[in-house]
């Protein structure tokens, strides 16, 4: 069974940091591009950013570009998003998922707010 689960979410100021894990398992994580996305709330879903296979190729939205970054441990098949300097409107579920073989997490919440 393919599972993806989300950690590291919480409140937390504006200007502050924080890391979001996702522990990947059922499946051959270091072969798969992976993602992270995000829904704001009464929003649609939105793309936050990409890493290849090997963590050697990464993108992101604009939004979030220059504040936050992903990177992957295919040794522990776990993917990760350091997010800096956070914003009101960072407020936001996250999740990782493998849009092409339809692996998605639950969502882990970040709201951003003094």
């Known amino acids: 069974e393919v599972q993806l689960v989300e950690s590291g979410g919480g409140l937390v100021q504006p200007g502050g940091s924080l890391r979001l894990s996702c522990a990947a398992s059922?499946?051959?994580?270091?072969?798969?591009?992976m993602s992270w996305f995000r829904q704001a709330p009464g929003k649609g879903l939105e793309w936050v950013s990409n890493?290849?296979?090997?963590?050697?190729?990464?993108s992101y939205a604009d939004s979030v570009k220059g504040r936050f970054t992903i990177s992957r441990d295919n040794a522990k098949n776990t993917l990760y998003l350091q997010m800096n300097s956070l914003k009101p409107e960072d407020t936001a579920v996250y999740y990782c998922?493998?849009?092409?073989?339809?692996?998605w997490g639950k969502g882990t919440l970040v709201p951003v707010s003094s």
């Open positions: 890493i290849n296979f090997d963590g050697g190729s990464t």
């Open positions: 059922g499946f051959t994580f270091s072969s798969y591009a």
């Open positions: 998922a493998e849009p092409s073989a339809n692996y």
